[in-house]
């Protein structure tokens, strides 16, 4: 959504090739480096064996099997390659609210209803223009500029709520009532996250964050530490790993997973902000 909010008018900007040039620089370069640290470093300390020639490192690196949580990537960098089309789209809005309901209606709402319902969804019944994740991207868009009164706000938010207890509520009670763990309401582009996803863009937006950030040198320190999100994100799993393995916990612990992000997070945006500090160690933080 924030990809769709901040790069469907990037032709303002900068022609397609420079946009195409700066995503690889910014996204597809930490990607392979960071799968080749890690891929190193879960060798190193015996958490996977050498891959064996170098189609094994390929499938390693574009499957995302050396850390998981770089699944992200690859659907990030088809929704940049689709940008340059859905780009051109971008001053027709009704052209992209009719995409949006089609999108909303086919690929998410009929889907996860039929799965309720016990009905076996079509897949051919899809829309195929807004595949993957680029329904994300079109909303995170038309939420940008959406002129939104207080009623339309707190539907939203209601939704995402509901969208909230839906996917937890029922997780808990109908894993208990059947023995095993029961993943109907989960997936990125399955309702519930996606009123979850709407709730949390349009309130964001919503805040007036001045309010908190109201002096240079608060907005400063935090311009720094959004800064280093992309960082966070890349070396938090390496983080956590070395946190479990100090503390002893198993990752299923409420301690752990009350506390343990917290101390991730900090200990990870300690790093890297003073790896961005190193001249060359910093291009692997962009």
Sequence with gaps: MLSGATLMDYRDRYTTKEFLRRRARRTLVPFLAWSVIALVWKVGTGQKPLPQGPMALISLIFNTQIIDIYWFFIPLFAVYLSLPVLSLLRDNKKALRYLATLGVLLNVALSFLCSVAGITWNSSASFPLLGGYLLYVLLGYLLRDAELDSSKRRLI??????????????????????????????????????????????????VKWDRFFRSDRSREALSRVAGCSFGVYLIHMIVFWFGLVLSEYDGGDYEWRLIGPIVAYVVSLTIVAAMKRVPVVRALFP
Excluded: D, K
């Design 157 to 206: 938010y209601i939704v995402g709520i509901a969208g909230v207890l839906v996917r937890f509520v029922h997780t808990v009670l109908a894993s208990r009532a059947s023995g095993e763990l029961l993943q109907l309401t989960w997936g990125y582009t399955n309702l519930p996250c996606f009123l979850e996803a709407m709730a949390v863009f349009v309130f964001a937006r919503q």
